[in-house]
Structure formats: C-alpha cells, structure tokens
Nanobody
Framework: QLQASGGGLVQAGGSLRLSCAASGRTFSNYYMGWFRQAPGKEREFVAAIWRSDVGLSYADSVKGRFTISRDNTKNTVYLQMNNLNAEDTAIYYC???????????????WGQGTQVTVSS
C-alpha cells in the first residue's frame, strides 16, 4: 500500500516536496515511480528510481527541476519539485513496479494521489 502526501498550492517558481510512504517489508525490492495527471489529459511519467546511486529516470519536462529519491529505512520515496510552473499542475501519484519503466501499465501498486496546483 502506498500513501502520497505533500501536495498543495504554490506560486510559480516555488517548490514542493512530495512523499510516498509504503507499507510492507519488501519496499527496497521495488522500482518506484512518480506520475501525474492533469485534467483532461492522460497520466504521464514524471520520474522513476531503483537505487539512489543507479537507476534514475526523468521526463524531459522535469529534468533539472525535479529530483526523485528514496529512503529504504523509512520505506519512503520523495519527489523534490523546484521552479514549478503552471504546467506542473496535476494530481501526482506514486507507484511501485517490479521493472524499471516509464510505462504506467507496468506499475501494479498505486497511491491515492496528491494534488499539486501552481498559480501563475
């Protein structure tokens, strides 16, 4: 089970840090990803992580602004989002997969989503 938190309303140029807490003792075995879905749009890949030192992937739209990380001792994955803009407004979801992928269908466990709204 995954529980996402940390969303909110922020002005353009601001920052937010999303967290996703996982239950269970095998968290470290899973690839973790963040996705987002804006109104009227399909769910899109944001970032994925295997380990902090290897296996990081970002969508082009967030490279250089977002950072994904994980703390296996806390069963938590994070998404640090800097220099936010209006196009980042969406519901953000964390997800777990047994493969390192950007394809939503390959993730078999999803959190409930947290709303991020960026005002311009």
């Amino acid at each position: 089970q995954l529980q996402a938190s940390g969303g909110g309303l922020v002005q353009a140029g601001g920052s937010l840090r999303l967290s996703c807490a996982a239950s269970g003792r095998t968290f470290s075995n899973y690839y973790m990803g963040w996705f987002r879905q804006a109104p009227g749009k399909e769910r899109e890949f944001v970032a994925a992580i295997w380990r902090s030192d290897v296996g990081l992937s970002y969508a082009d739209s967030v490279k250089g602004r977002f950072t994904i990380s994980r703390d296996n001792t806390k069963n938590t994955v994070y998404l640090q989002m800097n220099n936010l803009n209006a196009e980042d407004t969406a519901i953000y979801y964390c997800a777990a997969s047994t493969t390192f992928t950007a394809i939503p269908g390959r993730y078999n466990t999803w959190g409930q989503g947290t709303q991020v709204t960026v005002s311009s």
